[in-house]
């Protein structure tokens, strides 16, 4: 029969054995767990950096109609109200064009429907991915309010002012790839009016207004990058 001090050594390594098989487990557990959060982190950081460039290009097309609304409204203050005006075509082409910013977060929207937005343990970094889609919805916002302007106010004046059908016709070009420079430029002529100056300058205004949160997203999303990369780097 054993003895006692040899059934207690048993017993004495079958408890730690136990303890090494639970802490092997729990080593391993995390070692999984650290490694989903650093590929969502990656995730992120990809999805966060393709939406920056998304951005980007939508701030540079508002400030191309911005600078082209302008140059519109100058040409016509230049000139007496009921003169005809010979304007570039591609001015107002500019102006019939409607950027509107509509994109998407794969991962965060994956881990908003999992409830796992929680489970990023940076306060500061989880406030701030949590706040990304207010900034995207207040740029929405602001590009339909310079749309309903253009749909109830400008097209119909431009069309009692001038022929839109070459403005019509190059659009779907620069929307797509902007009006290749070579081309010769049309002027079209455009009967001033004091309510067509008006309207072009409301046009400026909302431009600015829908540049101000694109301008705010690309720092908030810069933050964000740098907050992830301390992350990953951690």
Partial sequence: ???????????????????????????????????????????????????????????????LIASSVEDFRRRLEAEQPGAIVLVPDTLIVALLSLPTLDMSNATLEELEMSARVSTISNPELRQRIVAWPRLLNDAFWLEQTARALNEDHLIPLLRRSTDLSTAFALLPEWVATGVDPRRPVELLPVRNSLELRNVLAERRLREAWAADPLQESIAHVDSILAMIDEELGS
Avoid at 39 to 52: A, G, K, T, V
């Fill in 1 to 63: 029969m054993p003895t006692r001090s040899r059934l207690a050594i048993e017993a004495i390594a079958l408890i730690v054995s136990i303890f090494l098989a639970l802490a092997v487990n729990a080593w391993w557990d995390g070692r999984q767990a650290r490694a989903v959060q650093r590929s969502q982190f990656q995730n992120l950081r990809d999805d966060f950096e393709q939406s920056r460039l998304e951005i980007e290009e939508k701030l540079r097309y508002h400030t």
